[in-house]
């Protein structure tokens, strides 16, 4: 093997190792986390099961699918009227609101800087 080659497989080497880490570091590392609901939370309706779905985002500002976002929730206001129902998904609250009232939830992730929370008022 002449010096050519062995350099160039080293070049080769040391680019496939650079472009594997920033890869990693801005495709799939979550920088911060959205949260995700097709409802208006001021205009619910008893009984009807509703879902927040917490969203990892990378540097890029593209969503992650492959990652889960560590979510955690609390109710803080009306947890007498609020049913909250077991999730297959780690990155989502499936709830229902048993009758009339406001329910505060108190969203939360360990990539978000500050929590998130969100009123829900049953009419």
């Known amino acids: ?55 990892g985002v990378n540097s890029l500002g593209w969503e992650i699918k492959l990652r889960d976002s560590k979510f955690s929730y609390s109710v803080d206001e009306g947890i007498n009227i609020i049913k909250i129902f077991p ?13 009339k009232g406001q329910v505060r939830i108190t969203l939360n992730s360990d990539y978000a800087l500050n929590p998130t929370k969100i009123l829900l008022i049953s009419k």
């Open 87 to 99: 999730s297959p998904d780690k990155n989502s609250l499936h709830f229902s609101l048993i009758d």
């Open 1 to 55: 093997m002449t010096l050519k080659s062995k350099l160039t497989i080293l070049f080769s080497t040391i680019a496939v190792f650079i472009i594997s880490f920033f890869t990693w570091y801005f495709v799939y590392n979550i920088y911060e986390v959205k949260y995700s609901y097709d409802f208006d939370p001021s205009k619910l309706e008893s009984n009807v099961i509703y879902t927040i779905k917490c969203i």
